[in-house]
């Protein structure tokens, strides 16, 4: 990878920027609360600052990395795009949250018969809250929780009330945790890493200084920015004080700064 050239692409709804003089600041986590993103973009002209303050209910997407390689390192929901005079600069900032709509509007007000199965009911949820099921039928062909004792309504059930919170119930009663993750649903087993994919963090494959490890087991470590190193997988760490071990990250933050020192990843997370 090229790191030296660095490249920012952003889309809202239809309207995309390229070669941006920008800011940004990311934060994802495996939480179900939703990511966030606040990007601040200098000097647009007049008719994009209008048309900007003028959007709602689209989606914002960031994709940021070196010259031929960059990583979508979020999308979600528009929150609001404002513009303001700073000097002899226009600053926009553009805020958004990764499944913001789903997690606070999307409701549901359904009754099961006798007997569903609790893949349905959580399939129906996903339905309502509108976003992809990402690794949910993975999780329902293959893990035990959902076939053996308490997996199916034996009397029926109804829900009503926000989809989020019901799905919350659910997933937590079989020892799992969910999150969104570019509008697609990451359904992981409790302090458990995604299974398959493995990156290797090395000072040659971006890793900053010395990670550090706390009384508490938490892991922090500095790469240069790399869309691979998202919540929920699992990163190899290569460094003197935690040589060769595997951790899953619980917490990603990228920061940017097209004309600044900024082009990192910041990640969190426990040793597994």
Known sequence: MPQFIRALEVQLG??????????????????????????????????????????????VSIEAGYAGEVSEIFKGDLREATSERDGADWITTISGGDGLK????????????KGTKTGKVIQEIVKELGIDPGNLNEALLFDPEFEGAGSEYLNGTTLSGLASTELDAILKSVGKEWSI?????????????????VFKLTPTTGLIGSPTIGSDGVVNARALLNGQILPGRKVQIESENIPGSFVRVDRAE??????????????EGRVV
């Open 254 to 267: 990228f920061t940017g700064d097209t004309s600044g020192a900024d082009w990192y990843v910041d990640l």
């Open 14 to 59: 239809t309207i995309k920027f390229q070669d941006l003089d920008a800011q940004f600041s990311v934060v994802r986590t495996t939480s179900k609360a939703p990511n966030t993103c606040e990007l601040k973009v200098f000097n647009l002209n007049p008719d994009h600052r209008a048309e900007l303050a003028a959007l709602s209910d689209v989606f």
């Open 181 to 197: 993750q570019s509008n697609t649903l990451q359904i992981l087993d409790r302090a458990k890493p995604l299974e398959g994919f």
């Open 102 to 113: 789903a997690i606070r509007r999307a409701r549901i007000n359904k009754s099961f018969a």
